[in-house]
Antibody, heavy 125, light 107 residues
């Protein structure tokens, strides 16, 4: 059974930093792209970032580009999201998810599932 | 960025009703459209990929279809356990964008 377990969320002041982790099990982690998606309280879903199976390629939403960094450790089946220069509007539940689909001709077509249970990041002074 | 517009934003229907949720893309995305179900307090669940490909374990009362840049999620006979918010997502290109969601309730 695929399991994704996020951790590392918490309360942080504006301008602060946090690292989220996602522990994966039950599938061949190193063969799947992985993604982070967030959901502000009472709001909809927002894609945040994606990392390729081997970690060589990454992509980010404009809202987090230059502030967040996604990485992975395939030897330990771990996905990470480093959050820097945090803002009030970064307050959200952060989910990790398998990124399904494929890339061809320089374009990647991705959808997400399954998802972890999420970890809450609250940015507030 | 590709904008995804869902309608309606909320919907109330009776058990056994046929329900349809619409998602419109701001440009052509071929069939790269995904549907998710999110029950209160839970993580989203993948329902349908590639506009009409039902995921394993999802009840057959759920189906997806498309017409140009309009995409449809249909529940043929609404059940109490279908109470949830449903999201569409374009899987065509980054940034992968979601619709704003449709909250489905039982009347």
């Amino acid at each position: 059974e695929v399991q994704l377990l996020e951790s590392g969320g918490g309360l942080v002041q504006p301008g602060g930093s946090l690292t989220l982790s996602c522990a994966a099990s039950g599938f061949s982690f190193s063969t799947y792209a992985m993604s982070w998606v967030r959901q502000a309280p009472g709001k909809g879903l927002e894609w945040v970032s994606i990392v390729s199976a081997n970690g060589a390629a990454t992509s980010y939403a404009d809202s987090v580009k230059g502030r967040f960094t996604v990485s992975r450790d395939n030897s330990n089946n771990m996905l990470y999201l480093q959050l820097n220069s945090l803002r009030d509007e970064d307050t959200a539940i952060y989910y990790c998810a398998n990124a399904l689909g494929s890339c061809s001709g320089g374009s990647c077509h991705r959808w997400f599932g399954p998802w972890g249970q999420g970890t809450l990041v609250t940015v507030s002074s | 960025d590709i904008q995804m517009t869902q309608s309606p934003s909320s919907l109330s229907a009776s058990v056994g009703d046929r329900v349809t949720i619409t998602c419109r893309a701001s440009q052509s995305i071929s069939n790269y459209l995904t549907w998710y179900q999110q029950k209160p307090g839970k993580a989203p669940k993948l329902l349908i990929s590639a506009a009409s490909n039902l995921q394993s374990g999802v009840p057959s009362r759920f189906s997806g279809s498309a017409s140009g840049t309009d995409f449809f999620l249909t529940i043929t006979s609404l059940q109490p356990e279908d109470v949830a918010t449903y999201y569409c997502q374009q899987s065509h290109s980054t940034p992968y964008t979601f619709g704003q969601g449709t909250k489905l309730e039982i009347k």
